[in-house]
């Protein structure tokens, strides 16, 4: 298992600058061939360092035994190198246009006079958990962190459109943020939702994370907020809104971002995509939290097994956890419902009665009946992760 | 009543502007971050100057490090996509001593 690599390391600071080396006890050490670094960036935690150039910093595990993330630990992911680092409220406007009656430049001012709309929710990026499939696949090498639970609070998009007068005839709704690629020729980071995504209610522009402004690296002043669907789509330091009579076309919607045309949304390992469709609502998913992989524990001494789960926009109907590798299952007890965008904790309590090596897994299902794999679900971008994980603990 | 409802709505945007009016240092409207700069050595070797002038065009080259092992198929499909896609301009010899060079320090061999 790779990701007790980010909770079971030794590592040394250097001016800011954490250098961590895979240092785990009875793991291959080629499973860790990869460098593994934390840093600590503006406004942020000390944080696990996939790339700097534009930054993607991952949440440590640990921050997950809370229900909410706190801003400064949520994971950050930028795709073209320049980034925001200074904006002037005072000049920043949320452009609204396109197939509209009006144009509108919203001030931060202006966008708040929209009803005010808060709901937790959790924020995962389409390639969390990448590091795990194989064959390995090119891309961020997240492990489980690059997710997060947040209360989100800003206006509604729809309130926004309907300020603007959306016209009949629109199909597309394209969002671009003040990031900027380092060439003419790198594709903008614009991302877009069919109009009657767009005009759901849940979807928000939101201007606060967790009761504060956002951190700059996680989309200052104000990012789109798409619950239940792959963060792709939360364009970071919005910008721009367009409504647009033709499908939109760019980049990062027709070629990036797209994941197999099949129900599960997944291939034969290895083997090449054919027919896509761009990522969308986010799978099933539970994690064991504590006790963290490779821990030991004591014969008799009573532990909580705790964890969380989620899934895309349905609750959670249930948790189940196997501590004998899947050959039996009993209910989790759910923590406190936090709406259905929002993960939800679990915990179950567990007294080990002989020694030896355990392996714990959880299971969660929705009310929808979506659950989770035995094994993993593979495509060629490393999307949709969401196999039941192992935990492998001893106890002596 | 409909004075009411301005004085209301006054309020409730007073109420959230707060947010703002209490953030960071800067008394005006900028807020403003500066990002770390961050050391990384690739390993030494020949095309490896190559690698970093240009690939270090667009991102910084833990882009590189942080892969897994790929196969030479993998290296020059990626190189091949910053080419064609993302418009890197880099010339085809280069190209193919990038792709060299990656396979041989950051490859499985295959």
């Not at chain 1, 595990?61 to 073209?80: C, G, M, Q």
């Amino acid at each position: 298992m790779k990701q007790n690599g980010f909770t079971r390391r030794d590592f040394l600071k250097t001016a800011g600058i954490v250098t961590a080396m895979a240092a785990v006890g009875g793991i291959p050490a080629d499973l860790f061939g990869e460098e593994q670094r934390m840093a600590r960036f503006p406004e942020k935690t000390d944080m696990i360092l996939l790339t700097s150039r534009p930054p993607q910093l991952e949440t440590p595990l640990h921050y997950f035994k809370d229900s909410i993330t706190p801003n400064e630990a949520v994971f950050v992911r930028w795709h073209i190198s320049q980034i925001p680092t200074s904006v002037d409220l005072s000049e920043w406007r949320l452009k609204v246009g396109g197939n509209t009656e009006k144009q509108l430049s919203l001030s931060m001012n202006d966008l708040m006079k929209f009803e005010k709309v808060s709901y937790t929710a959790v924020i995962q990026c389409s390639g969390n958990s990448r590091s795990l499939f194989e064959p390995r696949v090119v891309g961020g090498q997240w492990g489980n962190g690059a997710m997060g639970n947040v209360t989100w609070a800003g206006s509604r998009l729809k309130d926004i459109l309907d300020k603007a007068g959306l016209k009949a005839g629109s199909v597309d709704v394209s969002f671009n943020g003040l990031d900027e690629p380092p060439l003419p020729t790198v594709p903008d980071l614009v991302k877009s939702l069919p109009v009657d995504k767009a005009l759901e209610d849940d979807i928000l522009v939101a201007y606060e994370m967790n009761g504060k402004q956002l951190p700059m690296l996680n989309g200052f002043p104000a990012r789109l907020i798409v619950p239940g669907w792959y963060a792709t789509y939360w364009v970071k330091s919005l910008s721009e809104i367009t409504a647009l009579t033709t499908p939109f076309e760019g980049f990062w919607m027709k070629t990036a971002y797209r994941i197999p045309d099949t129900p599960c949304g997944c291939i034969p390992p290895g083997s090449a995509q054919k027919k896509s469709i761009p990522i969308n609502r986010m799978t099933t998913r539970s994690l064991i939290i504590e006790p963290a992989n490779a821990s030991s524990l004591k014969v008799n001494r009573p532990v909580t097994i705790m964890g969380i789960a989620f899934s895309g926009g349905y609750s959670i109907r249930d948790v189940i956890v196997s501590v004998d590798g899947g050959n039996t299952w009993r209910g989790a007890q759910l923590g406190k419902d936090m709406g259905r965008y929002s993960w939800i904790q679990w915990t179950f309590p567990w007294k080990p009665e002989k020694p030896g090596k355990f392996t714990l897994m959880a299971r969660a299902t929705n009310s929808i009946g979506e659950s989770q794999p035995f094994d993993g679900l593979w495509n060629p971008s490393g999307y949709l992760w969401n196999k039941i994980e192992k935990t492998e603990v001893e106890v002596r | 009543m409909k004075n009411l409802t301005s004085l209301f709505l006054l309020l409730a945007v007073s109420t959230v502007s707060l947010v703002y009016a209490q953030d960071s240092a800067s008394k005006d409207m900028v807020h403003s971050i500066t990002l770390p700069t961050v050391k990384v050595e690739l390993r030494a070797g020949e095309g490896k100057d190559e690698t970093e002038r240009y690939c270090g065009i667009c991102h910084s080259l833990d882009y590189i490090t942080t892969q897994p092992k790929l196969s030479k198929a993998q290296w020059t499909a990626t190189v091949n996509k910053m080419v064609k896609v993302m418009g890197a301009p880099i010339p085809d010899n280069e190209a193919k001593r990038i792709i060299d060079y990656l396979d041989v320090f950051y490859g499985t061999g295959k």
